[in-house]
């Protein structure tokens, strides 16, 4: 897949198709909880990829970023959605469950299912192994922690009595963005080293997709109410 735009105007386009996926979902849907994480993570790549020097091949960035948005986009549109995706549809309008949730258990799908399986993708395309993405890969990494700490600060608002046991402390603490890229990062290369095997590459990736699915059900556990 070649580049014919600048790779900050390509991701751009890739921020104004989410952006038109998730308008007009009503207040409180989960998916557009995490749509809007996802527009805010989109922007701040499109305001990095002009910062000259900030990516080793910022036209590689931008082809992945195309490739990774496609996933989430085809699992809104799916008749059969991934495994992994399943829970934030089908709980997205629990009214038990915190926005704070919705944006981590999307998170979570795309960034654990979605990703390694986009930059195994993105590598075919380029006839190149991830070690080549490598330098990238991480250097969005600090762009999506400031991201992560924004939405857990924008969506808990938490009273001060809370106590440090409460379960919604509990679940939240057990999940970050810098673990779930770097099972990402190890998912990718193991893919990688099956991709001309295909019976055990597609045993691999399903049950990759099952495990996060497993994940993210689990970071939806209604609790609001509970003390």
């Given at each position: 897949?070649?580049?014919?735009?600048?790779?900050?105007?390509?991701?751009?386009?890739?921020?104004?198709?989410?952006?038109?996926?998730?308008?007009?979902?009503?207040?409180?849907?989960?998916?557009?909880?995490?749509?809007?994480?996802?527009?805010?993570?989109?922007?701040?790549?499109?305001?990095?990829?002009?910062?000259?020097?900030?990516?080793?091949?910022?036209?590689?960035?931008?082809?992945?970023?195309?490739?990774f948005a496609d996933r989430f986009l085809?699992?809104?549109?799916?008749?059969?959605?991934?495994?992994?995706?399943?829970?934030?549809?089908?709980?997205?309008?629990?009214?038990?469950?915190?926005?704070?949730?919705?944006?981590?258990?999307?998170?979570?799908?795309?960034?654990?299912?979605?990703?390694?399986?986009?930059?195994?993708?993105?590598?075919?395309?380029?006839?190149?192994?991830p070690q080549a993405?490598?330098?990238?890969?991480?250097?969005?990494?600090?762009?999506?922690?400031?991201?992560?700490?924004?939405?857990?600060?924008?969506?808990?608002?938490?009273?001060?009595?809370?106590?440090?046991?409460?379960?919604?402390?509990?679940?939240?603490?057990?999940?970050?963005?810098?673990?779930?890229?770097?099972?990402?990062?190890?998912?990718?290369?193991?893919?990688?080293?099956?991709?001309?095997?295909?019976?055990?590459?597609?045993?691999?990736?399903?049950?990759?997709?099952?495990?996060?699915?497993?994940?993210?059900?689990?970071?939806?556990?209604?609790?609001?109410?509970?003390?």
């Open positions: 897949m070649e580049l014919s735009t600048a790779p900050a105007d390509a991701v751009a386009v890739v921020a104004a198709r989410i952006g038109e996926a998730v308008a007009g979902l009503p207040d409180g849907d989960g998916v557009g909880v995490f749509g809007a994480v996802y527009l805010q993570v989109t922007d701040a790549m499109v305001d990095h990829l002009t910062v000259d020097g900030y990516f080793v091949s910022p036209p590689d960035v931008a082809r992945l970023d195309a490739l085809g699992a809104l549109g799916a008749a059969a959605p991934p495994a992994c995706w399943r829970p934030l549809l089908d709980l997205r309008y629990h009214p038990g469950i915190r926005p704070v949730q919705f944006a981590l258990a999307g998170m979570n799908s795309h960034i654990q299912h979605d990703l390694p399986l986009s930059v195994v993708d993105s590598c075919r395309s380029l006839g190149c192994p993405l490598q330098a990238d890969f991480h250097r969005v990494n600090d762009l999506l922690a400031g991201v992560e700490d924004r939405v857990r600060e924008e969506l808990l608002a938490l009273p001060p009595e809370l106590d440090v046991a409460d379960p919604l402390l509990h679940l939240l603490g057990s999940w970050s963005i810098d673990a779930a890229r770097d099972a990402a990062w190890a998912c990718a290369q193991m893919l990688w080293e099956l991709r001309d095997r295909p019976e055990a590459y597609t045993a691999a990736a399903d049950a990759l997709d099952r495990t996060t699915g497993m994940t993210s059900r689990c970071l939806l556990t209604p609790l609001r109410g509970v003390r």
